[in-house]
């Protein structure tokens, strides 16, 4: 039977890559679309959790913005 939680370790390096992610946001005011959705897609997240995500960028006036 498998399960579908993630290990300790997985929940770190999901950790570690947003906090990554929001220093940057801090650093510039801002994130690429593209950064976060390559950074989200790599981190297997339900959509609920995804949506959190966006939230907590948006509670901390980070701005996503979508290059061009």
Sequence with gaps: ???SKKTPKA???LQAALQSLIAQGRK???I???DLATHL???DL???KI???YDKF???NIKIVSAE
């Design 1 to 3: 039977m498998s399960t």
């Design 11 to 13: 929940t770190e390096d």
């Design 28 to 30: 510039e005011g801002m």
């Design 32 to 34: 690429r679309a593209s």
């Design 41 to 43: 897609e790599a981190m």
């Design 46 to 48: 339900s959509a609920e």
């Design 51 to 53: 949506e959190k995500i």
């Design 58 to 60: 948006e509670a901390m």
